[in-house]
């Protein structure tokens, strides 16, 4: 063989073992244990609506992604924050979806407020409702012993703006929501930034999403029935593929069309108001 024809041979292999190798993807469902996370109607509970939507989901996944699925918890124990991005890391992940449903704090506002929330890291939070949940999915870290945590959150959130993965969580996060929004025909509250810890140490584009608020006495009802879980799994897996064949286009590209690739990349998501 001579090395005009090798070196192609060898971009060609190359190029499509990236292109067809299975994703690697860690779901994190929220909370677990006694961190009950959110309350919805009845005796609902985040920590058990967002472990069956991780279940389904990974099925999903696997099934029409052809994807290799790890979960952070695979029943209702306590695990913390960062031993879920250890673990994640652990796997070396294409993408990482952290999963919650969130709720309001007064009656009056858990009545009103419904809706679709997808997160991806900044170390500015949207406005002040993106910082409230922030802060409600941190408190077990904020609130804990872990003065580390702490300090390791405020590093990597200096380092941020040299992080590749934070446009690709943008791209993941955009991919998923428009998904969420147009199968659930749930109120769309946005794609939105905020300081999540959970999100701050993985290595790979990471989403956090708020399925719908569980306080809302309709639409937390809507989370425990598994027929909406499966329109929102089935929505998340979409939006994945979308992100994955994204991604593979890009990466497969040659190198002589680098440039044009910052011309295609989404801005980051505008401030938005709550
Ligand atoms: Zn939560």
């Given at each position: 063989m001579t090395l005009r024809t090798f070196v192609p041979l060898v971009l060609l292999l190359a190029t499509s073992a990236r292109a067809e190798r299975i994703p690697r993807i860690v779901i994190d469902p929220g909370h677990g244990g006694s961190q009950e996370g959110a309350k919805g109607p009845g005796t609902l509970q985040e920590k058990e609506v967002v472990l069956q939507i991780a279940r389904k989901l990974r099925e999903r996944l696997e099934k029409e992604a052809g994807a290799q699925v790890f979960l952070t918890?695979?029943?209702d124990g306590t695990l913390p924050l960062p031993q879920r991005v250890d673990f994640a890391n652990s796997k070396r992940p294409d993408l990482f979806l952290s999963i919650h449903a969130n709720s309001m704090p007064t009656k009056k506002l858990r009545e009103r407020i419904e809706g679709i929330e997808t997160y991806f890291l900044s170390a500015?939070?949207?406005g002040a409702g993106a910082r409230a949940t922030a802060d409600r999915e941190n408190a077990e870290v904020s609130s804990g012993p872990s003065v580390q945590a702490d300090s390791t959150l405020s590093f990597i959130l200096n380092d941020l703006?040299?992080?590749?993965a934070h446009a690709d969580s943008s791209r993941l996060a955009y991919a998923i929501h428009q998904q969420l929004i147009s199968a659930t025909g749930a109120s769309d509250r946005g794609v939105l930034q905020a300081p999540f810890f959970v999100l701050t140490g993985v290595e790979a584009p990471a989403v956090l999403i708020e399925?719908?608020?569980?306080?809302?006495p309709h639409e937390g009802v809507q989370l425990g029935r598994a027929e909406y879980q499966e329109k929102l799994t089935s929505a998340i897996t979409e939006g994945v593929k979308n992100f994955l064949g994204q991604v593979r286009k890009r990466d497969v590209?040659?190198?002589?069309?680098?440039?044009?690739e910052a011309e295609e990349a989404p801005a980051v998501a505008a401030p938005a108001t709550l």
């Open positions: 918890r695979e029943k500015t939070a949207s703006a040299r992080m590749e399925v719908g608020y569980i306080s809302h590209r040659p190198a002589v069309e680098a440039p044009a």
